[in-house]
Every structure is written in structure tokens, then in C-alpha cells.
């Protein structure tokens, strides 16, 4: 049985109660993820319907991984699961905003914390460089997934 609402009304969708998610001509939804505690963005990801199923089922989030073209459960191998805290729809259901504590405290597959561990500076004319604002990872990734190379990757 599906946990969604058909989008009947633009009335219905924006002020209804009922979870009416408007997936994208390819089947994914935008997802923001943050830290309940910090407000810190730690992740942008998509979901399809079954990942946004299970991760309002099991209180875990989970993901459509577009490299890997399959359903992706956060922290299965890593073990950094993101329990969500809280899950928030905009107002015409078409992304998402999960709140979440993370086991191990890092989100990012490169070992940072947050997939957002470079600032882009602005207001300049030249090609800009990168700055880290994260000083060091949280754990090694080739300890945690390997060292094979990601072919999706690039």
C-alpha cells in the first residue's frame, strides 16, 4: 500500500494533510540532509519512492545513489547511519528536508563530516580556489570501502 496521496489540487497538495511527494520526470526527489543539532548541511541526495518509503518506514534515511543506479541505505557499509530526527516537505511537495543524527558523526564518503567541506570564494574576477573548512576527516575511506576505484565516479 502507498504512503502517498494522489496531487489532485494545488489547494490539496499545498495546504492538505496528506504526503503527495511530486517526483521528478525521473522518478527523484531533491533531499536536503542537516544535523538536528548543528543545522549544518551535511548532504544533498535524491530519493525515489521506494527510498522515500523506507526511510519514513524505518526512521533511517535512504537514498537513490544515481552512480550506482540503485537504492542506497545510509551508513550499510560505512555503519555512519543517519537516524532521522525529523522530515520536512516544502509547500508543493517537491523536495525534501531530513533533519538527522549520524552514528560515527560524518556523512560524506570522503571521510568529512559534511559533503560540503569546501567554501567557494565569491566576488572575485579570477578562476576561484577552493578553501577546506574542514581540517581533517572523521574516518579513512579506504579503510571503510577500499581502495578499488569508483568507476561511476567523474
Not at 504512503?3 to 495546504?15: A, D, H, I, K
Not at 548532504?43 to 527510498?51: P, S, T
Not at 555512519?80 to 509547500?91: C, G, P
Request: aromatic share 8%.
Amino acid at each position: 500500500m502507498s504512503l502517498f496521496s494522489p496531487r489532485l489540487t494545488v489547494e490539496q497538495v499545498e495546504e492538505g494533510h496528506g504526503l503527495a511527494p511530486k517526483f521528478g520526470a525521473d522518478g527523484l526527489i531533491p533531499v536536503v540532509t542537516t544535523d538536528a543539532g548543528s543545522g549544518e548541511v551535511l548532504m544533498m541526495g535524491v530519493m525515489n519512492a521506494d527510498a522515500l518509503t523506507r526511510s519514513i518506514r524505518t526512521g533511517e534515511a535512504h537514498y537513490w545513489s544515481r552512480s550506482r543506479q540503485c537504492l542506497w541505505h545510509k551508513g550499510a557499509t560505512s555503519g555512519l547511519v543517519q537516524k532521522i530526527v525529523e522530515m520536512r516537505i516544502d509547500d508543493d511537495q517537491d523536495a525534501i528536508w531530513l533533519r538527522v543524527e549520524v552514528s560515527g558523526g560524518a556523512s560524506c564518503h570522503v571521510g568529512y563530516r559534511s559533503c560540503f567541506y569546501r567554501a567557494v570564494p565569491v566576488g572575485g574576477a579570477k578562476v576561484p580556489t577552493l578553501i577546506f573548512t574542514e581540517a581533517e576527516k572523521v574516518f579513512d575511506p579506504v579503510q571503510v570501502y577500499g581502495d578499488a576505484p569508483n568507476p561511476t565516479r567523474l
